[in-house]
């Protein structure tokens, strides 16, 4: 998946450009991760409020903090067929939280990505990039206690 500094540098030198950037990374994590805020107020050469101000001035965009562990849901076509939503609802379930939210605690946040190339041990998550292959609902409790 593409990292969010690569995605602000594509649209550096756009005009209004940090919100295409906004909404190019919202899509591709489901929010706005808020080191991406700031990363943003760097490469736009502007202040950190202002580049938080324009993130949550749109109500379509969402700006989170994220957790400690990242939990990444690869739904490319491959893990998709193989139920890779099957999996999202497991761990939303288990955590309490929707995609592109963090636990209360800060200790988990669930993130999409694409094909990380694991695609023989579909469904795939990766936690903390850390790759969990062939993951079942049944799988997600205990891979979960391990953090
Ligand atoms: S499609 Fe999920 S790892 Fe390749």
């Known amino acids: 998946m593409a990292d969010y500094k690569e995605i602000i540098s594509a649209y550096k ?5 940090i919100i295409e950037a906004y909404h190019a990374i919202q899509k ?4 706005i991760p808020e080191d991406a805020v700031v990363a943003a107020a760097q490469a736009f050469d502007i202040s950190k409020a202002r580049a938080y101000g324009v993130a949550t001035f749109y109500s379509y965009l969402k700006v989170g903090k994220r957790g400690k562990n990242v939990i990444r849901i690869c739904e490319s076509a491959p893990c998709h ?4 939503d099957k999996v999202v609802a497991a761990l939303e379930k288990e955590l309490g939280i929707k995609m592109g939210e963090t636990t209360e605690d800060g200790k988990f946040t669930l993130e999409f990505t694409e094909c990380v190339g694991q695609c023989q041990a579909t469904p795939l998550i990766t936690i903390n990039s850390k790759p969990y292959g062939d993951v079942t609902t049944e799988k997600i409790p205990g891979i979960i206690a391990e953090y």
């Open 13 to 17: 030198d756009l005009p209004g450009g």
């Open 81 to 84: 067929v193989a139920g890779a």
């Open 28 to 31: 591709e994590y489901s929010y």
